[in-house]
């Protein structure tokens, strides 16, 4: 299956790649290869973002915006909607699956959705060439934390801090893989609202949507159990993203073109990656998932580093 995925992406990329080669004439008469391109490459995309509780966002920004002749404002505006098409195709099931929280979702998508606002506006006001440069080492320090955090794993919350049992951050999910019942909890819960707050103002900023770092947070700080988070995720995505993407809108950098085929393609993605949520190894899915972000990642900062040059 990881095999498979990873071929699948890369004839998604070869053909945006082939695309952007396209010149003179040929550009005129085959302007339909780019919506095509964009279809495939989202539902690829969508496949596997989900399982790995990324968000679709994270993958779609650089791998569009360094193989696709797009402007990258374009690019993050449909980012954003990319992601919150992927959460919201996959929000329902994963709440009726006990796999997504609806109470550890809303104080946290609270705060990053206001942040998000606030990041949207500044990465708008920013160049072009800065924000590649930028988002080409924040995806590789994606990749970094994402390699690093099994080394860093911490044990699952003992008990609730008292923020928590305030909030009611507690219950029950069915493990699918292993028909088990899972209790679980959080702890550090200021600190972790306090990190989605920052994540918020990154994911506005960017347009890559905020799952790279709410499963983090979500298992690493506050104990959470990796599927719980996994999904939860998802269902924060869906909140956080909608906020950020309405200034994207005002502003006039989302185009139908772009946005339109992309969504389509991430929320089919999506209806397949929650189906293999519960099914796949995660540590297959991130291993796929870190070896398209180095790639995207290099490439991304290599061609802003060119811009800036």
């Not at 070896?291 to 180095?294: D, S």
């Given at each position: 299956m990881r095999t498979a995925a990873a071929g699948a992406l890369a004839c998604g990329l070869a053909l945006a790649s082939a695309s952007a080669h396209a010149g003179g004439a040929q550009a005129a008469t085959a302007w339909w290869l780019w919506p095509l391109g964009l279809f495939v490459t989202c539902f690829l995309i969508g496949i596997v973002a989900v399982p790995?509780?990324?968000g679709g966002g994270t993958l779609f920004v650089p791998i569009v915006g360094s193989f696709f002749p797009f402007h990258l404002d374009f690019v993050r505006g449909a980012g954003l909607l990319v992601a919150?098409?992927?959460a919201l195709a996959a929000g329902p099931s994963l709440l009726r699956s006990g796999l997504g929280s609806l109470r550890l979702t809303l104080p946290l998508a609270l705060l990053a959705s206001m942040s998000s606002i606030?990041?949207?506006m500044l990465g708008l006001a920013l160049p072009a060439d800065v924000i590649q440069v930028?988002?080409?080492g924040l995806v590789l320090g994606i990749v970094a934390?994402?390699?690093?955090?099994p080394k860093a794993q911490q044990p699952l919350a003992a008990r609730a801090d008292p923020l928590a049992s305030a909030l009611g951050l507690h219950g029950v999910f069915v493990d699918g893989a292993s028909g088990r019942a899972v209790r679980w909890q959080v702890h550090r819960t200021f600190a972790g609202m306090l990190s989605f707050t920052v994540i918020g103002v990154m994911a506005g900023m960017f347009g890559i949507g905020a799952g790279w770092a709410n499963v983090p947070v979500?298992?690493?700080?506050?104990?959470?159990?990796v599927k719980l988070a996994a999904g939860t995720s998802s269902v924060v995505l869906s909140l956080v993203d909608s906020s950020a993407a309405w200034v994207y809108l005002h502003k006039g950098a989302v185009l139908p073109m772009i946005a339109v085929p992309s969504v389509a393609g991430m929320m089919l993605g999506a209806r397949i990656g929650v189906r293999l949520l519960d099914r796949l190894d995660g540590v297959m899915i991130r291993r796929l998932v870190i070896?398209?972000?180095?790639f995207a990642g290099a490439r991304a900062l290599?061609?802003?580093?060119?811009?800036?040059?």
């Open positions: 790995a509780g990324i919150l098409a992927s606030a990041g949207a930028l988002l080409g934390l994402m390699i690093a955090s979500l298992t690493l700080l506050m104990g959470a159990p070896g398209v972000l180095l290599l061609k802003g580093l060119h811009l800036w040059t």
